[in-house]
């Protein structure tokens, strides 16, 4: 076995893999002398790295082109088709992942993200998803993603932009149609309770997909009446239970897990029990096994809350501009995840062995902001003039 530990990386490695992750999957082509396709990508990749807008990034760089440049390279060299731009960014998601990954199955973890917008959308309202409100606002830019959550390996394989009208089957086909083309198993799906619908639930039977998925309540429980279905089952002890799903024109047939999970108040320190109910096909193991297994989902949360530090912030209007900008922040977080497996680990596969120490993710933003600079700056302090 090769040893890794007397390996070691630069910022200007880190900046480079950035780039060719990035230029493998979206094609963009220079826009004059000034404003190439590296360094359009390492702009944008400044912005990411400092959580700023493309503004911001220009008017740190007295060698770069400026922001309306970056802008129109960016509205030229985009696809207009939406299926044409998703397929290339998650070429770029998933540029330089191991080949090992389609040697075994994964547990994916499938999620909505919903990022507040506050303005008008560009053409039609089909472009916003609404929902409740949240942070001021019933308007919001909605994205379905596909991670997987095993241990070293939680690279994010796919993401879509999900429209008004679309519902969430269709949102999930989408995903499992890119997964498949990358020749990716899987072993398990773990879904939201926002999913446990008839329409999913069915949808993912027909594909032979294990799946494992909080139960969601739905109305009120009966008052006088002896409880039925999914109100019957909560009062049971812990245990599998059989169920029927039900709604106006199909039924399906699935498993409840009912489990347990001890916690301590926050008020008043003592230990709490909590009852757990989950929805599940063609998965077995215990209660307390089930409920270790659903965890992992919530490796698919860390991903979201490391693209909060790597968010580009935009006021466009653009729903291709922003998904663009959606996507790179979870295709930097997939390139730290390669730095760690393929330089850092000792070990392979499951008993790998990651020292996340040696570079944080932000330590990683802050070498790629810190090189864009090195070759996009002439060094002087920056200064702002002053009309008298």
């Given amino acids: 076995m090769r040893s890794r530990t007397s390996h070691s990386i630069s910022s200007g490695e880190v900046h480079q893999w950035a780039l060719s992750w990035l230029s493998s999957g979206m094609q963009l082509k220079d826009h004059g002398w000034l404003c190439t396709a590296t360094v359009v990508w390492s702009i944008v990749l400044r912005a990411a790295a400092r959580t700023s807008s493309l503004c911001a990034a220009c008017r740190d760089l007295s060698n770069g082109p400026s922001d309306q440049a970056v802008l129109n390279a960016l509205d030229d060299g985009l696809p207009k088709t939406l299926r044409v731009l998703e397929d290339r960014l998650d ?41 409740k409100p949240r942070q001021g606002t019933k308007k919001f830019h909605a994205y379905a993603t596909a991670c997987i959550v095993s241990h070293g390996v939680r690279y994010t394989l796919a993401a879509t932009w999900v429209r008004r009208h679309e519902t969430t089957v269709v949102a999930l086909r989408r995903l499992l149609a890119r997964i498949r083309e990358k020749g990716l198993k899987i072993k398990r799906m773990l879904l939201d309770r926002a999913f ?60 409840v897990c009912v489990s347990y999970r001890t916690h301590k108040n926050r008020k008043d320190g003592k230990r709490k029990q909590q009852k757990l109910l989950f929805a599940a096909w063609r998965v077995n193991g215990t209660p307390t096994e089930i409920r270790e ?65 040696k570079l944080r993710f932000r330590r990683m933003l802050d070498w790629i902001a810190f090189q864009v600079v090195v070759e996009l700056h002439d060094q002087s302090s920056p200064y702002v003039e002053l009309n008298t």
Avoid at 101 to 130: C, M, T
């Fill in 293 to 357: 297994k659903y965890r992992k989902r919530f490796g698919i949360e860390t991903s979201y809350r490391q693209w909060r530090q790597a968010r580009i912030y935009t006021c466009t209007r653009d729903p291709h501009l922003r998904f663009l900008f959606f996507v790179i922040g979870l295709m930097l977080r997939n390139v730290w995840v390669w730095i760690h497996e393929t330089r850092f680990a000792e070990g392979y596969g499951d008993h790998a062995t990651l020292h996340l120490e």
């Fill in 91 to 131: 070429a770029t998601l998933t540029a330089q992942l191991p080949r090992r990954l389609q040697r075994k199955n994964w547990p994916v973890a499938i999620d909505w993200h919903l990022v507040p917008y506050y303005g008008e959308p560009q053409e039609s309202r089909n472009e916003l998803y609404f929902g």
């Fill in 196 to 255: 446990f619908n008839v329409p999913v639930t069915q949808f993912l039977q027909e594909e032979q997909i294990p799946f494992l998925m909080p139960v969601m309540f739905r109305g009120r429980p009966p008052k006088k009446k002896k409880p039925t279905g999914l109100h019957w089952i909560k009062r049971q002890k812990a245990g599998w239970y059989p169920h029927t799903l039900k709604n106006r024109k199909q039924t399906v047939t699935l498993s």
